[in-house]
T-cell receptor
Framework: DVKVTQSSRYLVKRTGEKVFLECVQD?????MFWYRQDPGLGLRLIYF???????EKGDIPEGYSVSREKKERFSLILESASTNQTSMYLC?????????????FGSGTQLSVL | GESVGLHLPTLSVQEGDNSIINCAYS??????FIWYKQESGKGPQFIID?????DKRQGQRVTVLLNKTVKHLSLQIAATQPGDSAVYFC??????????FGTGTRLQVFP
């Protein structure tokens, strides 16, 4: 089974801090994704990557950046955390053929920005 | 666990009954659809998918029906079990454009 592992289950940070959310997948998937999930808003795409060192903006990239230095690892960076970035963050991956097909998700990181 | 949606539509069914979860999708040109299940405290889990050239697809205890005429997708769960309690999301995509997720339906199974 594909395993997508997010480094932290819960994080509490202060406004203005730089925050790193890490995600690792173990199935050699080409594609990786970062979503945030908020009550009433569903899943919203922040960034995705279809190859090492490649990245594409999703629907809500403002205030975020990403890094994909290795195929198995995709990091989400909050340059200066703000309270409106309090959310559940979900990482996902999929195989190369069919970018949006059968995404495998991690368990999520619940980030609270105080 | 965390709540994925405070005001989600909720379907309550008795254990052993069949469940039908509905989804209205937005783009008549969408050509690929997926159902995900999200249990409390976990990430979404793929259940079943269907392409627009099909009307029906069956998996283990689950069936997805696609009605393109009215842009409607449904997930049927046979003999619903307590472990089926979760939030269910449909998602659509067109021509490999980004996935669009619905806001979800909460399924509650009572004994």
């Amino acid at each position: 089974d594909v395993k997508v592992t997010q480094s932290s289950r819960y994080l509490v940070k202060r406004t203005g801090e730089k925050v790193f959310l890490e995600c690792v997948q173990d199935m050699d998937h080409e594609n990786m994704f970062w979503y945030r999930q908020d009550p009433g808003l569903g899943l919203r795409l922040i960034y995705f990557s279809y190859d090492v060192k490649m990245k594409e903006k999703g629907d809500i990239p403002e205030g975020y950046s990403v890094s994909r230095e290795k195929k198995e690892r995709f990091s989400l960076i909050l340059e200066s955390a703000s309270t409106n970035q309090t959310s559940m963050y979900l990482c996902a991956s999929s195989r190369g053929q069919g970018l949006w097909e059968k995404l495998f998700f991690g368990s999520g990181t619940q980030l609270s920005v105080l | 666990g965390e709540s994925v949606g405070l005001h989600l539509p909720t379907l309550s069914v008795q254990e052993g009954d069949n469940s039908i979860i509905n989804c209205a999708y937005s783009n008549s040109a969408s050509d690929y659809f997926i159902w995900y299940k999200q249990e409390s405290g976990k990430g979404p889990q793929f259940i079943i998918d269907i392409r627009s050239n099909m009307d029906k697809r069956q998996g283990q205890r689950v069936t997805v029906l696609l009605n393109k005429t009215v842009k409607h997708l449904s997930l049927q769960i046979a003999a619903t079990q307590p472990g089926d309690s979760a939030v269910y999301f449909c998602a659509e995509t067109y021509n490999t454009d980004k996935l669009i997720f619905g806001t979800g339906t909460r399924l509650q199974v009572f004994p």
